[in-house]
C-alpha cells in the first residue's frame, strides 16, 4: 500500500497502480481478519481504488473483480452490489484466474455455489498453483454442496504449492473437526500456528482439538491465547469463550469463578442454538451442579462450529 500510493503520486491516473492498490487493500484486510482485527475500511478501500482503475480505464477488468471483491468481504448488506463489477470484468477478461476468483466468490454468496465452482475450476486450470482458488472451491464443496471428504481433497490438493499457508491449514484443522478427526484437526491447527503465530483462528482451532481429546491443560493454554487475542465474544468466536470456560471446569471443578464470567460472556454474543450458545448453557449447568456440591457430568462435550 505505501508503494501504490508513492507511485500514484508521480501517476495519479495509471489504472494499473490504482487496481495494484485496490488489491493491497483488500490483501491488507484480509490479513487484519486472520488476526482478529477490524478489517471493514480496507475493503471500502479496495472498493474504491477499484473504482478509479475502471474509472481510469473502463476495461480494466481487475479493477471491476477488486471491486466485487471489496463488496463481498463487508458482508451480506452490500453483496448485492457485487454481482455487476464481477460480471463485467468476466466480460473484460473472461480467461483471467483473478477475475473468475472474485467472480466465483460473488456468484456463491448470491447463491449460484455450481458456477461459482465452475469458474474456480477454469482458474485452477489456468493458474494451478492458485491456492486461493483451492481453499474456495473446498469451501463450495463443504459449505454449499455438502461433500465434507472432496473439501479435504481440494485443500490438502493445495498444499504442495504452499505447504506453510497457515490460512489453508487452518482451514483443513476446521475441516478434520467437523467430521472426528481430532488428532489430524490437532496436526494440521499446530502447523498453521507455527507458520503465522499472529492466526487467532489456528489458536482457537488447536485449542478445541485438544479439548476433543480431552487435554484439558493444553486445550486452556491455546484457547486463552485465542480468548485474549479475540478480546471480547461474538457470535463468530463465542464458541471459544464458552469451550474455555468449560476446559477449565473440566480439568478443576474448583475454578467455576473463573468459568462464569465466560460462559455468560458467550452466552451474551452467541446465536440462539448456535454451538456457542450450547456451550456456555452446559457450562452454566456444570457450575450449578459444583454450587450445590454434586458431581459434575462431563458426557456432553463442546460441539463443533458450524463455520470456520
Not at 163 to 175: G, S
Amino acid at each position: 500500500l505505501e508503494l501504490a500510493e508513492i507511485a500514484l503520486e508521480f501517476a495519479p491516473d495509471d489504472d494499473g497502480l490504482l487496481q495494484a492498490k485496490a488489491s493491497a487493500h483488500l490483501a491488507y484486510g484480509d490479513l487484519l481478519a486472520s488476526h482478529g482485527q477490524s478489517s471493514q475500511q480496507q475493503y471500502i478501500y479496495a472498493v474504491e481504488a477499484g473504482r478509479d482503475a475502471t474509472q481510469a480505464n473502463p476495461e480494466n477488468a481487475r479493477g471491476y473483480a477488486y471491486m466485487a471483491g471489496g463488496f463481498v468481504r463487508q458482508g451480506p448488506t452490500e453483496w448485492g452490489f457485487a454481482g455487476e463489477p464481477a460480471e463485467i470484468a468476466r466480460e473484460f477478461a473472461p480467461d483471467d484466474h483473478i477475475v473468475l476468483y472474485h467472480a466465483a466468490e460473488t456468484i456463491r454468496v448470491l447463491g449460484n455455489p455450481e458456477l461459482a465452482r465452475d469458474y474456480l475450476e477454469r482458474a485452477i486450470e489456468i493458474k494451478p498453483d492458485y491456492v486461493d482458488a483451492y481453499l474456495e472451491l473446498s469451501g463450495i464443496y463443504r459449505f454449499n454442496l455438502g461433500l465434507p471428504t472432496q473439501a479435504v481433497v481440494i485443500a490438502e490438493d493445495a498444499l504442495k504449492y504452499d505447504e506453510c499457508n497457515a490460512i489453508l491449514l487452518d482451514r483443513i484443522a476446521f475441516y478434520y473437526i467437523q467430521s472426528g478427526a481430532f488428532p489430524s484437526a490437532e496436526e494440521n491447527a499446530r502447523k498453521a500456528t507455527k507458520c503465522d503465530p499472529d492466526l487467532i483462528r489456528a489458536k482457537a482451532k488447536l485449542g478445541h482439538a485438544l479439548f476433543k481429546q480431552n487435554n484439558y491443560q493444553k486445550a486452556i493454554e491455546q484457547l486463552k491465547l485465542a480468548v485474549d487475542q479475540y478480546g471480547i465474544a461474538t457470535a463468530d468466536n463465542a464458541l471459544y469463550f464458552g469451550m474455555l470456560g468449560l476446559a477449565y471446569v473440566y480439568e478443576d471443578d474448583s475454578r467455576c469463578g473463573t468459568a462464569l464470567p465466560l460462559f455468560e460472556e458467550a452466552l451474551d454474543a452467541a446465536n440462539l442454538d448456535s454451538a456457542a450458545d450450547l456451550t456456555a448453557v452446559e457450562g452454566l449447568r456444570l457450575c450449578r451442579q459444583v454450587q450445590i456440591n454434586q458431581p459434575i457430568e462431563t458426557e456432553e462435550e463442546a460441539p463443533a462450529p458450524d463455520e470456520p
